[in-house]
């Protein structure tokens, strides 16, 4: 996800395959929570504040929240926020997917040097419940201006 459409890589989540065996891995207590998932992001808000000179500038921050489907059903929410480290493009972001089984926290850094604007990498950092200990990456790609697609890979 880049900055001005804050879709994010994880941002963090959609659709090549299906995720009922990521859901079967990460629902299950018996089996390790490692594997991929997919999810379809829709986005239902977006807003910008623009704290310093007009324009993009240091400390500029938005928050975003939207809807996450899988095989056309919705199966959770996601909320974000990035800041504008500076007037280049560059933001730190984080995500969190709200899921059945727990919440999931993603980590990325956008902008030149950083993350690309169509294909993201983002960073896996933790969670709720189920994902607690979860550690991977995301990989997202944008299908729109309201919406991304991320796939989830969760390490053992």
């Given amino acids: ?33 490692a594997g991929s998932f997919t999810l379809r992001a829709h986005q239902t808000s977006f807003h910008i504040v623009d704290t310093g000179k007009r324009g993009d500038s240091a400390g500029d921050f938005g928050t975003l929240t939207g809807k996450l489907f899988n095989s056309g059903h919705q199966v959770g929410r996601y909320v974000g926020q990035c800041v504008q480290m500076d007037g280049r493009g560059h933001s730190l972001c984080n995500f969190v997917f709200a899921l059945p089984t727990g919440q999931l926290d993603i980590e990325a850094a956008y902008g030149r040097g950083l993350n690309g604007n169509r294909r993201t990498h983002d960073a896996v950092v933790g969670g709720t419940r189920t994902y607690a200990t979860a550690r991977g990456d995301a990989v997202g790609r944008e299908t729109g201006a309201t919406g991304f697609i991320e796939v989830v890979h969760l390490q053992q």
Avoid: F, H, R, Y
């Fill in 1 to 33: 996800m880049k900055w001005k459409t804050a879709t994010a890589s994880a941002a963090v989540v959609v659709a090549t395959g299906g995720v009922a065996g990521g859901w079967a891995a990460a629902s299950s207590a018996s089996t390790p929570l």
